[in-house]
């Protein structure tokens, strides 16, 4: 599908790394493996905020017979050393651990996240706020702080994001009263979670999310379901935003007609219309080791979340190479487009995402593609 706005606004080239956090700590070089999947908001003075994801990496992960990570270590950042000879390295975001009768992996990068604020329209960039970059602080983020999502609930800000350690594949909470300077609330769910969005609203009081717990084992449906086994977006409420309690109802699941979708998870934070809350969210097609990405859209009843109202299998967004095109000499994945954001433009949604988990795509959508 085609759209008159849809352009990348940031890639890796536009970070600094100087003014990174692992910046003269680790010895050796690291460059900008992606600087994706950001989250969206509008601030106060009626700019746009992206929360951007910046997987820093090892220039050289490999060296001394050994492969590396970097690891935060009580205020500082480390390398470890893993022989070759017990590791995996054909993606090159990562490296499997062999011998440990389950899957345990290690990253070639670890993220932060920088604050990038836009133009009203989300066309310019007007600053990156290195100031206000959120790093890891607590051994349950070692590995890095990856994918926020923001909303808006009433007058605060809510940023959920996903830590990574061996400790605990966590999503932890920040909150903030403008958008742009970010208080960590919690852990608020402690089992691997890739992706929790809360409600830009409240149902009955209450604060609602979608949440998408991972699992390495799936029951089937019975022989001719309309749905397939596998990761789903499941539904979660909380009177306060740091204990949620899952809905008894299943939320969006991946359907047997499509193998466009037999993986799947939440996009961008649900957003009331008139029709109930519009969510975007990824479906993965299985292609080689990371598979193909596209962004989908459901509108949920507004009273109850477990009902959806409307949904298409037809792709809002896939992977567009003739945007990545001047920086093809650093993809390293395709087929990939990771939606993480939205805002309300007037007549349009402005929609912010991950290309090729590289750079990141501000795309327009009129509201009235989703009467």
Partial sequence: MTYGVDKLILVPDDIDLSRSPLAGQLGVETYVLGAFNPALTRLPNGNLLMMVRVAEALRKPIFDGHVHNIRWDDGRYVLDAWPLGAANTADPRKFLLQGSGWK??????????????????????????????????????????????????????????????????????????????????????????????????????????QTRPLGDLYFAYPPGSKWR?????????????????????????????TVATARMGGGTPPILTDRGWLTLWHGVEPKEIVGVYRTYWSILDRNDPGITVATDHVPLLEADP??????????????????????????????????????????????????
Avoid at 142 to 155: F, P, Q, T
């Fill in 229 to 257: 086994a596998g990761p789903s977006i499941n539904l979660a409420s909380s009177p306060d935003a740091l204990h949620w309690k899952p809905y008894r109802k299943p939320g969006i699941r991946a359907h047997a007609a």
């Fill in 104 to 209: 345990v992996m290690a990253l070639t990068s670890l993220a932060w996240l920088l604050p990038v604020e836009l133009t009203p329209d989300g066309l310019a960039v007007v600053t990156h706020h290195y100031d206000k970059v959120i790093a890891p602080h607590a051994d349950f983020q070692m590995y890095g702080l990856e994918d926020a999502r923001i909303s808006k609930v009433e007058d605060r800000w809510l940023m959920t994001t996903c830590s990574v350690s061996p400790e605990r594949h966590s999503t932890t909470l920040y909150s903030s009263d403008n958008g742009l300077d970010w208080t960590f609330e919690d852990i608020v769910l402690d089992h691997q979670n890739k992706d929790m969005l809360i409600f830009e609203g409240r149902i009955d009081g209450h604060y609602w999310a």
């Fill in 322 to 371: 003739k945007l990545t095109r001047p920086i093809e000499h650093q993809m390293y994945v395709r087929d990939v487009v990771f939606t993480t954001g939205i805002v309300d433009g007037g007549d349009h949604y402005i929609v912010a995402s991950g290309e090729g988990d590289l750079a990141c795509r501000i795309t327009h959508i009129p509201k009235a593609f989703f009467r």
